[in-house]
């Protein structure tokens, strides 16, 4: 009796605390599926089964003292709650491990009926009762009984623990290792429980066992205040791979929408603190308004991930429309009146990611802010990494297997009629980058800091290639190089250059190191001042790509370039606009004045080459002469020129 007053107080301070404890947005899942689907209502619906079963046992038990024929009604009506609370505490303890690992999601309604069915009959037992008396019945002398079928009724607790259990291997692998051993403990202990009571039907300690799990459970896997973000009061990315592993290995199809707030750095610069987070929370509270609050994360500082599973009817689409509508209007918090920006992408499970490493992976990237502006990115942008990570390993395996060639393109004088120079440029032998050009894995390997070792190679192999002076005998005046300038970052630059060239005893001056203009060129004055300093030893430069990106006159000025290489952009663009047109010739005729040679890249044509000629050009590259080729057939090109082969 002791045991069922104790089960009593404890499921009830266990469904107090849950209630008042839980955070403060909760909201009830609506309607009856997604609130039996919900694992926090099973729960409850746990707590709430044991206190009604704990309390009619106690009440029976008293009334039974104190049999006559005025209590025979309420004493027959508490074994009969007993009995009906108890069956259903048994499906919603298997409901909820199922909920636990997911493996409620996603079944057909004929599956629940069939779930469902022993509880049904049981219940139908129970309320029959009183017509059959086949449960239990009270004796002429108002005593309790046990009737002919009451071992279904255990029967039905049975069905259903070991349903909990089947479910609980079944999906193991979708709840996380802590999780798994909480329920695997549970699971033992609410089985002794019921084993012991079926033993010692005096000994009523199975209701008490029960209460103890509850508490157990209430602390594991309910009291989630470590998968908790106190910033936005939503989840956080543990319970978000919790939340995907459960989906994922039930095998689900659903959908994540991210949203990330792209420029909360900036304002958090601007603002206070408190301010900030007032905005935070306002803008986590709105999402939570769009979704559930079970189903919004905070992945990290103004990230969110909201989950949109096809059983709940969430549309993936429509969300991420309805972030984009709503981030197109202002946000208000005391005296902040701000419009934010965001980026909202989709990303389809399985379809676009299948694991939970490909989801971690993807997520560690991140977005790329590319230009002002809320936007819906597209996955394929989303998951550019991956493409770019395949690139940098198969860049990396060529570099370590020296698979790394330089190819050479004619540049050709207008003044002498035949090739006097020609540019380097880098080709890889590898079957994943044989589609890319440089212009794409060049970036990459600046970035993972493979550009120092490729710059070298490169450098040494023109070095190499000089050193033999074929080139020099077919009338090659000099070789440019491109450099990127991550190069300079590197301290060692001009002192690994000068090793290598006076290891091939090759003159300065037959190399010619071209540069891309960017906003680092100007900014950093470590590039700046190894220029400055190679330059005073006698390196020239020429400035490549000039009129894309970042182009600057003040450069342009200062540079001191050698030659100016003209993107053939420029040029393209002249052939079907008259203003082009003149912005190039004026380009031309500016560099000129400066004492600089100008190179128009991209010639492939009679009519490009004479409009370059005629605007006063003085070098020329383009595929109109040759496109890069590798260095014997480059000799080959050359030999042939000079012979007065073709042009
Ligand atoms: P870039 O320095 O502007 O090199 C010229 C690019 O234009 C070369 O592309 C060349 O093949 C291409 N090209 C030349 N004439 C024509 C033409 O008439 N029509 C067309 N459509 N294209 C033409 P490539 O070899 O793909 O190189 C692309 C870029 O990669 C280079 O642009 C350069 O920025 C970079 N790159 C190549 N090799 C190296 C290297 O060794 N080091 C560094 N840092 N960058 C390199
Ligand atoms: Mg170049
Ligand atoms: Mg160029």
Redesign the pocket.
């Given at each position: 009796m002791s045991f069922e007053i104790s089960a009593f107080i404890l499921s009830l301070l266990c469904l107090v605390y849950s209630l008042s404890a839980k955070r403060r947005q909760y909201h009830l899942p609506k309607g009856l599926k997604n609130m039996l689907l919900s694992q926090h209502v099973m729960f409850l619906a746990l707590l709430i089964c044991n206190i009604l079963s704990a309390a009619s046992s106690v009440g029976g038990v008293y009334l039974q003292a104190i049999a006559s024929r005025e209590v025979v009604f309420w004493q027959y009506l508490l074994h009969a709650c007993y009995f009906f609370f108890h069956t259903t505490l048994s499906i919603s303890f298997a409901l909820y491990i199922m909920n636990v690992n997911g493996a409620s999601m996603g079944r057909s309604p004929r599956f629940y009926f069939y779930f469902a069915l022993p509880y049904l009959c049981s219940e139908l037992l129970v309320l029959t009762n009183s017509f059959t008396g086949a449960a239990f019945y009270m004796d002429a002398r108002f005593l309790y009984h046990r009737g002919p079928l009451m071992p279904l009724l255990y029967a039905n607790g049975a069905v259903y623990l070991v349903l909990g259990v089947l479910f609980f291997f079944r999906y193991k692998q979708a709840v996380s290792r802590a999780d798994s051993l909480a329920i695997a403990v549970v699971i033992a202990l609410t089985s002794l429980g019921v084993t012991i009571q079926g033993l010692y039907p005096n000994l009523q300690v199975e209701l008490f066992s029960e209460s103890l799990n509850f508490l157990a459970l209430m602390i594991l896997l309910e009291e989630r205040g470590g998968h908790m973000d106190p910033a936005t009061g939503a989840l956080n990315r543990l319970a978000f791979a919790d939340a995907n592993r459960r989906l994922m290995e039930t095998g689900q199809t659903y959908q994540i929408v991210l949203v990330k707030l792209t420029d909360i750095a900036l304002f958090s610069k601007l603002f206070s603190g408190r301010e900030m987070d007032a905005l935070v929370m306002r803008v986590s509270g709105w999402l939570t308004s769009i979704s559930s609050e079970q189903d919004l994360f905070s992945l990290r500082d103004g990230e969110f991930a909201l989950l949109c599973s096809e059983a709940e009817g969430r549309d993936a689409a429509a969300t991420a429309t309805a972030v984009l509508e709503r981030f197109g209007q202002d946000w208000k918090t005391g005296s902040l009146t701000l419009r934010l920006e965001t980026m909202v992408s989709v990303v389809r499970v399985p379809e676009d990611v299948a694991s939970l490493t490909d989801l971690e992976e993807l997520l560690s990237s991140g977005f790329r802010k590319a230009g002002p502006g809320s936007r819906l990115v597209p996955f394929a942008e989303l998951s550019a990494h991956r493409r770019n990570r395949r690139i940098e390993q198969a860049l990396r395996g060529a570099v370590n297997d020296r698979r790394l060639h330089?190819w050479y393109?004619p540049i050709w004088s207008v003044q002498k009629r035949r090739t006097v120079a020609a540019?380097?440029?880098?080709r890889v032998d590898s079957e994943e980058l044989r589609t890319l050009?440089?212009?794409e894995y060049?970036p990459l390997a600046e970035q993972c800091g493979l550009?120092r070792e490729?710059?070298l190679f490169?450098f040494e192999d023109v070095c190499r290639f000089l050193r033999d002076r074929q080139a020099e005998a077919a009338g090659l005046s000099y070789i440019e190089?491109?450099?990127?300038v991550h190069?300079f970052l590197y301290d060692d630059l001009v002192e690994r250059f000068e090793e290598i060239r006076a290891r091939y005893g090759v003159p300065r001056e037959k190399l010619n190191l071209?540069i891309?203009e960017s906003a680092s060129t100007d900014k950093a004055p470590a590039v700046r001042e190894a220029m400055e300093t190679m330059r005073s030893m006698g390196y020239t430069f020429s400035l490549?790509?000039f009129g894309t990106g970042y182009s600057n006159l003040v450069q342009l000025i200062r540079g001191n370039y050698k030659n100016v290489?003209m993107d053939?952009s420029l040029l393209w663009d002249a052939e079907g606009s008259a203003a082009a047109s003149r912005l190039l010739d004026s380009l031309i005729h500016v560099i000129r004045s400066l004492g600089c040679n100008v190179v128009q890249?991209?010639?492939?044509t009679p009519a490009q080459l004479e409009r370059t000629e005629t605007s006063g050009g003085n070098l020329i590259?383009?595929?109109?002469f040759s496109?890069?080729l590798p260095e014997d057939r480059f000799l080959t090109y050359l030999g042939r020129e000079a012979s007065g082969g073709r042009r």
């Amino acid at each position: 009796m002791s045991f069922e007053i104790s089960a009593f107080i404890l499921s009830l301070l266990c469904l107090v605390y849950s209630l008042s404890a839980k955070r403060r947005q909760y909201h009830l899942p609506k309607g009856l599926k997604n609130m039996l689907l919900s694992q926090h209502v099973m729960f409850l619906a746990l707590l709430i089964c044991n206190i009604l079963s704990a309390a009619s046992s106690v009440g029976g038990v008293y009334l039974q003292a104190i049999a006559s024929r005025e209590v025979v009604f309420w004493q027959y009506l508490l074994h009969a709650c007993y009995f009906f609370f108890h069956t259903t505490l048994s499906i919603s303890f298997a409901l909820y491990i199922m909920n636990v690992n997911g493996a409620s999601m996603g079944r057909s309604p004929r599956f629940y009926f069939y779930f469902a069915l022993p509880y049904l009959c049981s219940e139908l037992l129970v309320l029959t009762n009183s017509f059959t008396g086949a449960a239990f019945y009270m004796d002429a002398r108002f005593l309790y009984h046990r009737g002919p079928l009451m071992p279904l009724l255990y029967a039905n607790g049975a069905v259903y623990l070991v349903l909990g259990v089947l479910f609980f291997f079944r999906y193991k692998q979708a709840v996380s290792r802590a999780d798994s051993l909480a329920i695997a403990v549970v699971i033992a202990l609410t089985s002794l429980g019921v084993t012991i009571q079926g033993l010692y039907p005096n000994l009523q300690v199975e209701l008490f066992s029960e209460s103890l799990n509850f508490l157990a459970l209430m602390i594991l896997l309910e009291e989630r205040g470590g998968h908790m973000d106190p910033a936005t009061g939503a989840l956080n990315r543990l319970a978000f791979a919790d939340a995907n592993r459960r989906l994922m290995e039930t095998g689900q199809t659903y959908q994540i929408v991210l949203v990330k707030l792209t420029d909360i750095a900036l304002f958090s610069k601007l603002f206070s603190g408190r301010e900030m987070d007032a905005l935070v929370m306002r803008v986590s509270g709105w999402l939570t308004s769009i979704s559930s609050e079970q189903d919004l994360f905070s992945l990290r500082d103004g990230e969110f991930a909201l989950l949109c599973s096809e059983a709940e009817g969430r549309d993936a689409a429509a969300t991420a429309t309805a972030v984009l509508e709503r981030f197109g209007q202002d946000w208000k918090t005391g005296s902040l009146t701000l419009r934010l920006e965001t980026m909202v992408s989709v990303v389809r499970v399985p379809e676009d990611v299948a694991s939970l490493t490909d989801l971690e992976e993807l997520l560690s990237s991140g977005f790329r802010k590319a230009g002002p502006g809320s936007r819906l990115v597209p996955f394929a942008e989303l998951s550019a990494h991956r493409r770019n990570r395949r690139i940098e390993q198969a860049l990396r395996g060529a570099v370590n297997d020296r698979r790394l060639h330089v190819w050479y393109q004619p540049i050709w004088s207008v003044q002498k009629r035949r090739t006097v120079a020609a540019e380097a440029l880098l080709r890889v032998d590898s079957e994943e980058l044989r589609t890319l050009s440089p212009e794409e894995y060049i970036p990459l390997a600046e970035q993972c800091g493979l550009i120092r070792e490729i710059g070298l190679f490169v450098f040494e192999d023109v070095c190499r290639f000089l050193r033999d002076r074929q080139a020099e005998a077919a009338g090659l005046s000099y070789i440019e190089l491109n450099l990127s300038v991550h190069q300079f970052l590197y301290d060692d630059l001009v002192e690994r250059f000068e090793e290598i060239r006076a290891r091939y005893g090759v003159p300065r001056e037959k190399l010619n190191l071209e540069i891309t203009e960017s906003a680092s060129t100007d900014k950093a004055p470590a590039v700046r001042e190894a220029m400055e300093t190679m330059r005073s030893m006698g390196y020239t430069f020429s400035l490549d790509d000039f009129g894309t990106g970042y182009s600057n006159l003040v450069q342009l000025i200062r540079g001191n370039y050698k030659n100016v290489k003209m993107d053939k952009s420029l040029l393209w663009d002249a052939e079907g606009s008259a203003a082009a047109s003149r912005l190039l010739d004026s380009l031309i005729h500016v560099i000129r004045s400066l004492g600089c040679n100008v190179v128009q890249e991209g010639v492939e044509t009679p009519a490009q080459l004479e409009r370059t000629e005629t605007s006063g050009g003085n070098l020329i590259q383009g595929y109109y002469f040759s496109r890069p080729l590798p260095e014997d057939r480059f000799l080959t090109y050359l030999g042939r020129e000079a012979s007065g082969g073709r042009r």
